[in-house]
């Protein structure tokens, strides 16, 4: 009786399991690995993100400390300084032993100056670049920091210039890009208002402030009282001591803005550990 059944071959069509005859399961897994696979890289690289932030956080602590340190070291009064470490990734630049670039801020510097007393610095900006620093230096403590190039700007109050200057009444302003001087002085009893421009250079640790182009309205035209506007202009006409900065930082430019004098300054191949 067995023989009396058709074969399944032959008069019944075999039925596929459903995932077969659709594709949808196979395609289904297929997107979920996708998406489990894409979760796990993004939290990957916010973990990488997270631990490149907090080491960049520690590091500016650090840099903080030691340029406090350095700071008091040098006989310089200021607040804390603000550091910026800057690039990204910064893990990377940790492993290859070069930082792009370092910015500290230091607010309320009293910086000690040669024979005289200390000059306020509002702020002191100093950007530090191409820090060389293998993670064996940094980790034991041992060895040398250096940065390629160090620049260095800070601002002298007025009040400090006029201090130096040490000539009662003397006033100085910026004006259009130059410094202005208005001054009283006496001549033949009367008192009279000098003004006028300023030059200034840099002369080493010095800067030397010398002045033209006066003006004296309603000076009477005679020899002895050009002779004494002459006399008052060689008293003013000074040389101005520059506070000591730190870092090896050497004056190259000094200009004036509203709030003060402007000192740029710049060292190379600098030791800042």
């Known amino acids: 009786m067995a023989d009396s059944y058709p074969a399944q071959d032959e008069g019944y069509p075999r039925r596929l399991p459903r995932s077969h005859r659709t594709g949808e ?12 696979l894409l979760v796990l890289l993004l939290v990957l690289l916010v973990g990488l993100v997270v631990a490149d932030r907090y080491a960049v956080g520690f590091a500016e602590r650090e840099i903080g400390t030691r340029i406090s340190q350095e700071i008091t070291r040098e006989g ?29 801020v230091v607010r309320d510097v009293e910086a000690p100056v040669a024979n005289a007393e200390a000059v306020h610095l509002p702020e002191l900006h100093i950007d530090a670049q191409d820090i060389r620093a293998s993670i064996n230096t940094l980790r034991t ?16 109050a007025y009040d400090s210039v006029l201090k130096l200057v040490d000539q ?23 008192a009279f208002t000098v ?38 202009v060689r008293r003013i006409a000074i040389r101005l001591p520059l506070p ?30």
């Not at 399961?25 to 998406?35: A, D, E, F, S, V």
């Not at 300023?198 to 050009?226: M, Y």
């Open 141 to 156: 403590g041992q060895g040398q920091v250096t940065a390629g190039t160090v620049d260095g700007t800070a601002t002298i």
């Open 25 to 36: 399961r196979p395609r289904r897994r297929g997107r979920k690995l996708l998406i489990g």
């Open 168 to 190: 009662p009444g003397l006033q100085l302003k910026e004006d259009g890009g130059k410094l202005m001087v208005t001054a009283p002085v006496q001549v033949l009893g009367q």
């Open 76 to 104: 310089i009064k200021s607040g804390p300084p603000d550091v910026s470490v800057n690039g990204f990734p910064f893990l990377s630049q940790v492993i290859a032993g070069n930082y792009q670039s370092i910015v500290v």
């Open 244 to 273: 000591e900065l730190p870092f090896n930082l050497q004056v190259q430019e000094v200009r004036p803005l509203p709030q003060g004098l402007s000192v740029r300054a710049t060292a190379k191949n600098v030791p800042i550990n």
């Open 195 to 232: 003004t006028g421009a300023a030059n200034l250079k840099v002369e080493g640790a010095e800067v030397a402030l010398s002045f033209s182009d006066l003006d004296v309205q309603g000076l009477p035209d005679i020899p002895v009282a050009r002779l004494a506007v002459q006399e008052y």
